[in-house]
């Protein structure tokens, strides 16, 4: 899952740079951070952490980016605010049964 995120920026971000990728642990589950940076469509220098993991056929990914200078004065903001969800389990209201 990481490196097929990593090569779709690669190839759709301009300037894209890798600037740290590792697995984590999220509310009990493996997970992903990507931190990277790239050049926006307005000339602008981004940096995104994307946090990925799946769980129960579905895969979730948070997305945090902002301008270089203002990127680590959110993060403890970001970190608190990805801490609080929680993913329940899902109860479809259908049946697979032919």
């Keep these: 899952m990481t490196n097929r995120a990593i090569n779709n920026y690669k190839e759709h ?22 931190v990277y940076s790239y050049t926006d469509q307005e000339l602008r220098k981004v940096i995104v952490m994307d946090v990925g993991m799946a769980k129960d056929h579905r895969v979730y990914v948070f997305s945090y980016s902002a301008d270089p200078t203002e990127y680590s004065s959110y993060m403890s903001t970001i970190l608190k605010m990805l801490n609080s969800f929680e993913i329940l389990p899902v109860n479809l209201p259908y049946s697979n049964k032919v």
Excluded: C, R
Aim: aromatic residues 18%.
């Design 13 to 34: 971000y301009t300037d894209f740079q890798l600037i740290e990728s590792k697995v984590i642990t999220f509310k009990t589950n493996l997970a992903y951070t990507i």
